[in-house]
């Protein structure tokens, strides 16, 4: 009584033909015939090794090199300016007496300090007087708004699960979310003095 030899996995059929000094079509017909199960895949992995590797890629002119020294030159000096919190020593009381001072739910401002709010959507009498009560440079400000966002919230990583950022949202949309009266909206709203 014969038995037959135990079925190789996959993964060593595959890797054995892969190291194959010649992979030709002889190579590919002896792996065939020991492991037609497998044909479809060796069929596959045949083509992938027989592919031509891609091209070079193209050398940039001297006028792409100027192109990509000074967007490299721009992106570097970016990174390298901190941008400050304007928030960072700003203590909770302080920060209540500003909300107060709006008219807003302290939680207002902590939702603007999570970068919830879309910086293109800030009304700029509202940056101004923001960084008045907090006594900041608005180019502070507007640095920090346009950061990513938003920033996960201290209270999120109390939760259960991972947290997950949400999504930006207008400044007005925020207004709404707040459920502030109409009068204090349009106020918050307004762009000029």
């Known amino acids: 009584m014969t038995s037959t030899p135990a079925m190789r996995p996959l993964e060593d059929v595959l890797e054995a033909f892969a190291l ?26 045949s083509r992938e090794l027989s592919r031509e590797p891609p091209a070079e ?12 020294e000074a ?18 020593s700003v203590t909770s009381a302080e920060l209540k007496a500003l909300a107060q001072s709006f008219g807003v739910p302290k939680l207002f ?3 603007i300090q999570e970068r919830r ?21 608005i180019s502070d400000f507007k640095r920090w ?8 919230s201290a209270s999120a990583y109390k939760a259960d699960e991972k ?5 930006q949202v207008s400044f007005e949309a925020l207004l709404l979310e707040f459920e502030l009266d109409k009068p ?10």
């Open 57 to 68: 890629a193209p050398v940039p002119t001297p006028e792409e090199e100027e192109l990509i």
């Open 145 to 152: 708004i346009a950061l990513p966002g938003p920033v996960a």
């Open 20 to 45: 194959e000094s010649v992979n030709d079509r002889a190579t590919l017909e002896r792996y065939l015939r020991d492991h037609p199960a497998y044909a479809a895949e060796l069929v596959d992995m």
């Open 117 to 137: 709010v879309r910086p293109e959507t800030f009304p700029e009498r509202f940056i101004r007087l923001t960084c008045a009560g907090l006594n900041r440079p």
């Open 71 to 88: 967007a490299w030159n721009r992106l570097s000096k970016a990174a390298s300016s901190p941008t400050t919190n304007p928030f960072s």
């Open 184 to 193: 204090t909206c349009r106020r918050l709203l307004e762009d000029d003095d």
């Open 109 to 111: 401002f902590v939702a």
């Open 163 to 167: 947290p997950t950022g949400g999504q």
